[in-house]
């Protein structure tokens, strides 16, 4: 059974391939359920690992109904990939109605060739995923990353089981993997399991100090951009 770790890092990466992992999908910024991470992060990892690198296509976190500015860089971002020689991409576009947005994500399977490609759990938003399934197969994706449209992959167990009967592609079970749970998804005949076995360390000593995060952009249903008349306001005030 394969296994793919969900790598925030560096040390992440490396810790993954001494652990036996299979290969990695490469991100940053988990607590959003991850985003594209940087050229440099990228070069890093693909200089010292040996095992397959698989990077995530998503400029932002939220909601996965792009705009023509957001594709244009996703598919940037998978030509740089490309340069770069990973192995392959993970990525998922869907129409305000919660469908595959089709046309879309065809133009991202065949700019990312002949690198592998998985439609991530954007997946488990999907309204009839049995036509989804069918859909993402005619377009050559080639993994599917799910937790079976449930909170957890293993609440969703039996959905990843039938969907595996019913495609060529990989079903690959993801979210709240553990060792724990891991067996189960072999059990039931899948082929592939997506985790990011997090422990947390480096920790600071931050009483006193005021919060960097910001609970206020930590939004599914909107995305956060500049407003104009809001920064003109800002320029006019100063200049």
Same mark, same amino acid.
């Given at each position: 059974?394969?296994?793919?770790?969900?790598?925030?890092? @560096?040390?992440?990466?490396?810790?993954?391939?001494? $652990?036996? $992992?299979?290969?990695?999908?490469?991100?940053?910024? @988990?607590?959003?359920?991850?985003?594209?991470?940087?050229?440099? #992060?990228?070069?890093?990892?693909?200089?010292? @690992?040996?095992?397959?690198?698989?990077? #995530?296509?998503?400029?932002?976190?939220?909601?996965?109904?792009?705009?023509? +500015?957001?594709? &244009?860089?996703?598919?940037?971002?998978?030509? +740089?990939?490309?340069? %770069?020689?990973?192995?392959?991409?993970?990525?998922?576009?869907?129409? &305000?109605?919660?469908?595959?947005?089709?046309?879309?994500?065809?133009? #991202?399977?065949? /700019?990312?060739?002949?690198?592998?490609?998985?439609?991530?759990?954007?997946?488990?938003?999907?309204?009839?995923?049995?036509?989804?399934?069918?859909? %993402?197969?005619? /377009?050559?994706?080639?993994?599917?990353?799910?937790?079976?449209?449930?909170?957890?992959?293993?609440?969703?167990?039996?959905?990843?089981?039938?969907?595996?009967?019913?495609?060529?592609?990989?079903?690959? +079970?993801?979210? =709240?993997?553990?060792?724990?749970?891991?067996?189960?998804?072999?059990?039931?005949? @899948?082929?592939?399991?997506?985790?990011?076995?997090?422990?947390?360390?480096?920790?600071?000593? #931050?009483?006193?100090?005021?919060?960097?995060?910001? +609970?206020?952009?930590?939004?599914?249903? $909107?995305?956060?951009?500049?407003?104009?008349?809001?920064?003109? =306001?800002?320029?006019?005030?100063?200049?």
């Amino acid at each position: 059974m394969l296994v793919e770790v969900c790598a925030n890092s @560096l040390e992440s990466a490396r810790n993954a391939e001494r $652990a036996g $992992a299979d290969r990695i999908e490469l991100c940053s910024e @988990l607590g959003v359920g991850g985003i594209t991470p940087s050229a440099g #992060l990228i070069q890093s990892v693909k200089r010292e @690992l040996t095992i397959p690198i698989h990077i #995530l296509i998503r400029p932002r976190g939220g909601h996965f109904t792009y705009s023509d +500015a957001e594709f &244009e860089v996703m598919k940037a971002d998978i030509l +740089a990939c490309k340069a %770069l020689g990973v192995h392959g991409v993970v990525s998922g576009i869907l129409m &305000e109605d919660f469908s595959v947005d089709v046309e879309r994500t065809k133009e #991202l399977v065949v /700019l990312a060739k002949p690198m592998h490609f998985t439609f991530h759990r954007a997946f488990d938003w999907v309204a009839e995923p049995v036509e989804a399934i069918k859909q %993402l197969e005619e /377009l050559g994706v080639q993994t599917i990353l799910t937790s079976g449209a449930e909170p957890s992959a293993e609440k969703g167990i039996n959905n990843l089981g039938d969907w595996q009967e019913q495609t060529s592609m990989t079903i690959m +079970a993801g979210g =709240s993997v553990s060792p724990k749970n891991a067996s189960k998804f072999k059990e039931i005949g @899948l082929r592939a399991i997506h985790c990011s076995g997090t422990s947390f360390g480096n920790r600071v000593a #931050l009483e006193g100090k005021i919060t960097m995060n910001s +609970a206020k952009h930590l939004v599914e249903d $909107a995305v956060a951009v500049s407003d104009e008349e809001t920064i003109r =306001s800002v320029v006019k005030a100063v200049k």
